[in-house]
Nanobody, 125 residues
Framework: QVRLVESGGGSVQTGSSLILSCATS????????IGWFRQAPGKEREFVAA????????YYGDSVKGRFTIVRDGTKNTVFLQMNNLKPEDTAVYYCAADRTYGNNWRHASGVDYWGQGTQVTVSS
């Protein structure tokens, strides 16, 4: 059973930074690509970033490239999303996700099998 537990959301001002965490089991961590999507009110769930379980290859959505960094920590079975220079348009519920496949399936939420409960990020101007 795949369980993903997010933490680290909050309310910040434009230009601030936040770190989101996604904790899981060792089995899930070692056999799944893990990443993040986000969903703002009235919008579709949008891909943010993902990291493979082999080699640590990373992949980012165009709207966050250069500002967000995804990192795997094998000592904690946790994936972190470092978010810098936050903007009001980054406001959304952020969901951790996992899938045994690391590829184009991550372009859409329908391509990923497992989800966390979500954590709210609010950026005010």
């Amino acid at each position: 059973q795949v369980r993903l537990v997010e933490s680290g959301g909050g309310s910040v001002q434009t230009g601030s930074s936040l770190i989101l965490s996604c904790a899981t089991s060792r089995d899930t961590f070692s056999k799944h690509a893990i990443g993040w999507f986000r969903q703002a009110p009235g919008k579709e769930r949008e891909f943010v970033a993902a990291v493979s379980w082999v080699g640590g290859s990373t992949y980012y959505g165009d709207s966050v490239k250069g500002r967000f960094t995804i990192v795997r920590d094998g000592t904690k079975n946790t994936v972190f999303l470092q978010m810098n220079n936050l903007k009001p348009e980054d406001t959304a519920v952020y969901y951790c996700a996992a899938d045994r496949t690391y590829g184009n399936n991550w372009r859409h939420a329908s391509g990923v099998d497992y989800w966390g409960q979500g954590t709210q990020v609010t950026v005010s101007s």
